[in-house]
Structures are given as structure tokens and as C-alpha cells.
């Protein structure tokens, strides 16, 4: 099936610091989502992006496409103790419905 | 409105025992999806189902199966359980077959003993 490396594997952060992580395949995908999940839940949308180069916002949270179609970006800007958590991408491939997830990426912040 | 609901919440299973897992997707959604997230590790895709017709299936043996209802609800349904099952099991809904994303449920933590 597809590999989708995210990194870092974790994070340890100061509180009002800005975070920066990746994720990359060795395919191409059409779509690239990313979803936070914290401990006894399930995972949730953050950003949806569906065009190479795509840059788009949700609040202090901004994702990028890459122009290869290869890898996507998430960036977290002043972040706050209640962005801890467990951070997944996933991607859709050109055929097909099912939707392939990262390794995720642990987020700590400390007050 | 509600989001997606799954039950149970917890299941404890003996090895060899078969175990139905349930799935009520957001009203108005038609398309559900079963991802198994191991501890660790990203969810991983079982089963698609849109409009009550399968539309993907991932790579898991065919002791998974699962069915959508016509009131879109779903049920994952695993035979022969092996240790290596225990994980959570997540269900997703979207309107339409869901290549813009889903909305996943909280999940039903399986664990064989």
C-alpha cells in the first residue's frame, strides 16, 4: 500500500512557538487532509487541499499542497497548550475512494 | 446535530470469538468508511461503503466484513479474532464518497485477550 512519512515522529515545544511539520509519499495524491487526534478520540479535519500549491488557513493552522504532489505541509503558528496532540495527514491517490494516512506527528506543548 | 456515533465505546474479546461493531453515520451522509488505528500508528482503510454498495476494501483478510444499511448505519463484523486485532476502530461518514475528506467517530477500542 502507499507510505506516507511524516516527521518529526514528535515534538516538544514552548508555548507561543511556532510549529512546522511535513509528510511525504513516494506517489502522487489528488487530495491532502490533515486531522488532529487527541487521546480517546477520533481523529479531526483540520484543512482540506485539493490543487498543487495550495496554500490554505484555519485560523493560527496553515497547510500547504507541495508542487510535486508529493508531500504536504502544516504549519501552527503561536501555539497554545490545547494544540497537543497526535497530527495525521492523509492522502487520496488518483483512483479510488480510500484515503491513506501519515505516521502522525506527537505535539507537546509546555506552559 | 449528532456526529458520527459508534457503540460500543469498549469490547473485551476472547480469541476465536467473532465481534460486531456498530456505526450511525452524521444525518444526510451516505458514505461510511472503517479505518483500524493501531496503537502507534495512523488509521489503516478496511471498508468503503456508499449508497449501500461496497466501494473499497483494504488490505485485511476476509475474516472482516462489514454492511451498510438503508438507513446508511453500517456494522464492521471480524471472525476469528486474533490478538493482533486489538485496536481502535474508527467510523467515518461524508456526504458524498468522500474524497473530500470525512468525519470520523470516536472510535470502539477492541481489545482480545
Known amino acids: 500500500g502507499q507510505q506516507l512519512n511524516q516527521s518529526p515522529q514528535s515534538m516538544f515545544i514552548q508555548e507561543g512557538e511556532d510549529v512546522s511539520m511535513n509528510c511525504t509519499s513516494s506517489s502522487i495524491f489528488n487530495t491532502w487532509l490533515w486531522y488532529k487526534q487527541e487521546p480517546g478520540e477520533g481523529p479531526v479535519l483540520l484543512i482540506a487541499?485539493?490543487?498543487?500549491?495550495e496554500l490554505t488557513s484555519n485560523g493560527r493552522l496553515t497547510a500547504q499542497f507541495g508542487i510535486t504532489r508529493k508531500d504536504s505541509f502544516l504549519n501552527i503558528s503561536a501555539s497554545i497548550p490545547s494544540d497537543v496532540g497526535i497530527y495525521f495527514c492523509a492522502g487520496l491517490p488518483n483512483t479510488g475512494n480510500q484515503f491513506y494516512f501519515g505516521t502522525g506527528t506527537s505535539l507537546t506543548v509546555i506552559p | 446535530d449528532a456526529g458520527v456515533t459508534q457503540s460500543p465505546t469498549h469490547l473485551i474479546k476472547t480469541r476465536g470469538q467473532h465481534v460486531t461493531l456498530r456505526c450511525s453515520p452524521i444525518?444526510?451522509?451516505?458514505?461510511v468508511s472503517w479505518y483500524q488505528q493501531v496503537l502507534g500508528q495512523g488509521p489503516q482503510f478496511i471498508f468503503q461503503?456508499?449508497?449501500?454498495?461496497?466501494?473499497g476494501r483494504g488490505n485485511f483478510p476476509d475474516r472482516f466484513s462489514a454492511r451498510q444499511f438503508p438507513n446508511y448505519s453500517s456494522e464492521l463484523n471480524v471472525n476469528a479474532l486474533l490478538l493482533g486485532d486489538s485496536a481502535l476502530y474508527l467510523c467515518a461518514s461524508s456526504r458524498g464518497q468522500g474524497r473530500s475528506g470525512y468525519t470520523f467517530g470516536s472510535g470502539t477500542r477492541l481489545t482480545v485477550v
Open positions: 487541499l485539493y490543487k498543487a500549491g
Open positions: 461503503y456508499y449508497e449501500k454498495e461496497e466501494r
Open positions: 444525518s444526510g451522509h451516505k458514505s
